[in-house]
């Protein structure tokens, strides 16, 4: 299982950006998919994550409005639009992946993932 994050760059406050995942192997392995990130002496945080069957979605409440979630089950990619960005926006952004669906917005919660990618840089900055 290997999973590529992509999209990130430096950006301006207000901006845009929008990142991607790629997994290997088949959209069934990864009945939930999810973003998360790390700000430099913080601790990791979930951002967004998404089912794939229900197409459930869930947003830590610093993002709701601003960034949407998204995947394509046929080409085994996850998504995430990030709009009006702000300086506190500035982290590593992971996507992580897991076989089975967990409760509710507990899948925010980065115990339930062993599957990570390698991480992009997002900077927002002026």
């Known amino acids: 299982v290997q999973l590529q994050a992509s999209g990130g760059g430096l950006v301006q406050p207000g901006g845009s950006l929008r990142l991607s995942c790629a997994a290997s192997?088949?959209?069934?392995?990864?009945?939930?998919m999810a973003w998360f990130r790390q700000a430099p002496g913080k601790e990791r945080e979930g951002v967004s994550c998404i089912s794939r069957g229900t197409g459930t979605l869930y947003y830590t409440d610093s993002v709701k409005g601003r960034f949407t979630i998204s995947r394509d089950n046929a080409k085994n990619m996850v998504y995430l639009q990030m709009n009006s960005l702000k300086p506190e926006d500035t982290a590593v952004y992971y996507c992580a992946a897991r076989m089975h669906r967990v409760p509710g917005s507990t899948c925010l919660n980065s115990i339930h993932y062993v599957n990570w990618g390698q991480g992009t840089l997002v900077t927002v900055s002026s």
């Open positions: 192997g088949s959209s069934w392995d990864y009945s939930l």
